[in-house]
């Protein structure tokens, strides 16, 4: 007990002064985590833990609460909207990934055809845990290529089910038809149960937890529902993780969604860098001296062959730019292929050093997709220009006690015309391509881009502006654009427009110099032209 207390306050101590610094520098947490799993293996050489099966159960339910927030953000009634996001282009990279793995794998390396199959149905699978959590932070998942990757994610959590399932009959050599009629009967009952039982037994108990105005009652239900339902799941022989989503989606269907999101965040974000680390333990310094070629080669041909095929796929139905950012966003090999790989070895059917080759490709391509997902616009632009749309920024190089209007909507096109009568200089910035289209054509000088991200604050040079004044309506992005600009020049004096007092009080942590409430201010000039007005 005594040495566990002392690894685990160890790491701890460890990923933060990592993070610390990787914050810094503006690296994403994830190489922190998967560092620190490196250094405390070797250091204490704990590498042996890395396949402990206590260790992984824990860390899978990072991923467990990962699925379970994405689920509350898409009910049944969103999931049927991104139908083709899910099924149609879920369907066809996974398959298509597959068979041209399959092919390489069999044809040409001449692996077995049982080796073939696991292998290259794995490395079909993109990183939900990587993918899925920096969308989330970042608010990326809102973006086209956010909505497109994350349906393509969700489609390939439940074609794990499947894999698993032909792992067990490979190693078995059981009958195949029963083992799918007995999976699909599994799925009817278990989806019935939580959907019609289920569903009414969570928002009972959601529902009196709430109302005892005890928090750790209501925090102690949403744990009950996230590991209940992933356990019920399991139980089947499903993933965790698809238990938790579909309780999400449930929940969603509630009015209790955005506390339980706000609730459960701790327990997610803990548990993910827990399974960070055991992936950075998972790292064999050695092998990968050995045979570092080989292993980057694979690595490069692996991400190279996905990235074609989502993009060819998710260019059907999106845009290039867009198809090009999802491609590059999910080229990297999912976190089951860890336990698919296990899985395999275990039933004979891959051999030890091509199971450590393959781990150390899946790893390394975790490793720098966090670096490719934050510089996801860089290169996006590299590649993809928009004609003829937007002014070039170098055109900003002297600007100085100018007025930011951030958005040009409705409201935005007021102020913009307020300030123009006032003869005062203004720069719009929208991150809505079709808004700075519109303003371009009325004349105004409009730029796109987003202003929660610093590079955008620099070039229309935040720090020398009057003021900064916030016209949007979505209330997560402008926390972000405020926290972004009062983080980069925190005397600016920022303006924001609010509809509501809940919105006020959301951003009343935040040094905002003014907040102007919309409806009140209506609802005074109109008692006051009531009031007032010459009859």
């Known amino acids: 007990m005594e040495s566990a207390l002392y690894y685990v306050t160890t790491a701890l101590g460890i990923s933060i002064v990592v993070n610390l610094i990787l914050k810094r520098l503006g690296i994403s947490q994830i190489i922190g985590y ?37 689920g509350l953000e898409m009910s049944l009634q ?37 080796t073939s199959l696991i292998v290259s149905m794995s490395l079909a699978l993109s990183s939900t845990a990587v993918v899925l959590s920096y969308l989330k932070s970042t608010k990326e998942i809102t973006r086209p290529y956010g909505q497109r990757s994350m349906g393509i994610l969700i489609y390939q959590d439940i074609a794990v089910i499947p894999i698993l399932l032909l792992i067990g009959f490979l190693g078995t050599g059981g009958d195949i038809v029963s083992v799918l009629i007995q999976t699909a009967l599994s799925a009817i009952v278990i989806v019935g149960l939580l959907f019609v039982v289920g569903k009414k037994v969570m928002a009972w108990l959601l529902h009196f937890s709430s109302t005892s105005n005890v928090e750790e009652l209501f925090m102690g239900s949403v ?45 997610k974000d803990l548990l993910l860098g827990t399974f960070f680390v055991t992936v950075g333990m998972k790292i064999d310094l ?14 490069i041909a692996i991400m190279l062959i996905k990235a074609i095929v989502i993009f060819g796929v998710v260019n059907i139905y999106s845009k290039s730019k867009t198809a090009f950012k999802a491609s590059i966003a999910m080229a ?94 203004y720069i719009i910035i929208d991150n809505s391509y079709k808004h700075v289209q519109e303003a371009i054509a009325h004349g105004e000088k409009a730029y796109y881009g987003d202003m929660s991200k610093t590079a955008i604050l ?22 972000l654009i405020c926290e972004a600009v ?50």
């Open 34 to 70: 998967i560092m620190t799993g490196v250094v405390v293996a070797y250091a204490f050489d704990l590498r042996h833990m890395a396949n402990s099966h206590a260790l992984e159960s824990i860390a899978e339910f990072g991923i467990v609460f990962l699925m379970f927030t994405i």
């Open 78 to 114: 969103r999931l049927a909207t991104m139908k083709i996001d899910v099924f149609f282009n879920g369907f066809l990279q996974t398959t298509i990934t597959a068979a041209i793995f399959l092919a390489l794998t069999y044809g040409v390396f001449h692996l077995n055809l049982a």
């Open 223 to 267: 744990l009950l529902i996230v590991v209940g339902a992933s356990l019920a799941v399991h139980a089947f022989g499903f993933t965790y993780s698809l238990g938790a989503f579909i309780a999400g989606m449930i929940i969603a269907e509630t009015r209790y969604h955005h506390k339980v999101e706000s609730d459960i965040a701790p327990f």
């Open 286 to 299: 050695a092998f990968f001296a050995a045979h570092a070629l080989e292993v980057m080669g694979l690595l």
């Open 332 to 425: 990297q090999v999912g976190e089951f292929s860890f336990a698919v790989f296990a899985l395999a070895s275990n039933h004979q059917l891959l051999d030890g050093a091509l199971s450590q080759m393959l781990v150390l490709a899946v790893v390394l391509s975790l490793l720098i997709t966090p670096f490719i997902l934050s510089n996801i616009s860089k290169i996006s632009a590299f590649f993809f220009r928009e004609p003829g749309a937007v002014e070039d920024f170098s055109m900003l190089s002297t600007e100085k006690n100018h007025i930011l209007v951030c958005g040009y909507g409705i409201v935005g096109r007021f102020v913009v015309k307020a300030l123009r009568a006032e003869g005062v200089k």
């Open 458 to 479: 620099d070039k229309v040079h935040a720090a020398d502006a009057a003021s900064v004044i916030v016209t949007l309506d979505n209330l997560e992005k402008k926390r």
């Open 486 to 535: 009062l983080g980069y020049a925190p005397k600016a004096k920022v303006v924001v427009k609010v509809v509501s007092l809940e919105e006020k009080r959301t951003l009343r942590d935040l040094p905002i110099s003014v907040t102007v409430d919309g409806k009140r201010e209506v609802a005074a000039r109109l008692v006051s032209e009531a009031l007032y007005c010459d009859i």
